[in-house]
């Protein structure tokens, strides 16, 4: 698969959409210690701690990805609209509600927000690539390329 970054950069100056699923990744072990906390009494900190981190790189990559897409949207609308990549763009939203979940017992007001926003964004994705895939079923159908269902199990 080729990279959707400008020649001479690096992913960590340019990310695509799939590296929020490392947000994902973090924020949910981390609510899982905190439910394991509350349920076998694990250590908590462990899990606000796993949290916090996964938070701080969903701040850092959000700041990033705006970035690029400032600076050069024509390479996040290439990776929206190649089929290879255009369910990625689930990572993002499932990681704003992940975090939702996390910062709920901290910051109620801002978790709905972001929740909110997650949950219509990830309508708004599923529904637009649905559409693509109707429009487009030899485009999007083929048997390496269904992770654009992704989007809809999210």
């Given at each position: 698969?080729?990279?959707?970054?400008?020649?001479?950069?690096?992913?960590?100056?340019?990310?695509?959409?799939?590296?929020?699923?490392?947000?994902?990744?973090?924020?949910?072990?981390?609510?899982?210690?905190?439910?394991?906390?509350?349920?076998?009494?694990?250590?908590?900190?462990?899990?606000?701690?796993?949290?916090?981190?996964?938070?701080?790189?969903?701040?850092?990559?959000?700041?990033?990805?705006?970035?690029?897409?400032?600076?050069?949207?024509?390479?996040?609308?290439?990776?929206?609209?190649?089929?290879?990549?255009?369910?990625?763009?689930?990572?993002?939203?499932?990681?704003?509600?992940?975090?939702?979940?996390?910062?709920?017992?901290?910051?109620?007001?801002?978790?709905?927000?972001?929740?909110?926003?997650?949950?219509?964004?990830?309508?708004?994705?599923?529904?637009?690539?649905?559409?693509?895939?109707?429009?487009?079923?030899?485009?999007?159908?083929?048997?390496?390329?269904?992770?654009?269902?992704?989007?809809?199990?999210m």
């Amino acid at each position: 698969m080729e990279t959707l970054t400008r020649p001479g950069e690096h992913a960590t100056t340019n990310p695509p959409a799939v590296a929020f699923s490392s947000v994902m990744g973090i924020c949910g072990l981390g609510l899982s210690w905190r439910a394991a906390g509350q349920v076998l009494a694990a250590p908590r900190a462990i899990g606000e701690w796993l949290i916090a981190v996964g938070v701080m790189l969903f701040i850092a990559l959000s700041a990033l990805y705006g970035i690029k897409t400032v600076r050069d949207p024509s390479v996040v609308v290439a990776e929206f609209r190649d089929p290879r990549s255009a369910s990625n763009f689930a990572c993002i939203t499932v990681a704003i509600v992940i975090v939702s979940a996390a910062i709920l017992p901290h910051a109620p007001s801002a978790a709905l927000f972001l929740w909110a926003l997650g949950t219509g964004c990830q309508l708004v994705l599923f529904l637009t690539l649905l559409g693509r895939w109707i429009a487009e079923p030899t485009k999007f159908c083929t048997p390496r390329r269904l992770g654009w269902f992704q989007s809809s199990v999210m």
